[in-house]
Nanobody, 123 residues
């Protein structure tokens, strides 16, 4: 089975840091885009950061630019999101995602989703 499993969420005070990981198994995601999404209570799911299928371009939501960094460990088939200078408005469930098809960038409808990991930032 293809699985994306997030880890690293937790409770942190404003200004603190967390590092999220997304471990992919069941297939290789070479030539696939990957990205991080989040969903806060009462809000729609939104893209946080993504990398295109070629790995040549990384994009960030305006709200996290300069604070979050997406990286890929190709040998371990793992994606990481380093989150610094966290704010209460970053509180959300964070999901990793990858298009099921290669050579396809996010956002797209046909994706694998992880189960999500909770990030809570207190004031």
């Amino acid at each position: 089975q293809v699985q994306l499993i997030e880890s690293g969420g937790g409770l942190v005070q404003a200004g603190g840091s967390l590092r999220l990981s997304c471990a992919a198994s069941g297939r290789t995601f070479r030539n696939h885009a990957m990205g991080w999404f989040r969903q806060a209570p009462g809000k729609e799911r939104e893209v946080v950061a993504d990398i295109d299928w070629s790995g040549s371009s990384t994009n960030y939501a305006d709200s996290v630019k300069g604070r979050f960094t997406l990286s890929i460990d190709h040998t371990k088939n793992t994606m990481r999101l380093q989150m610094n200078s966290l704010k209460p408005e970053d509180t959300a469930v964070y999901f990793c995602a990858a298009p099921k098809a290669p050579y396809t960038n996010l956002p797209t409808l046909n994706v694998y989703w992880g189960q999500g990991t909770q990030v809570t930032v207190s004031s």
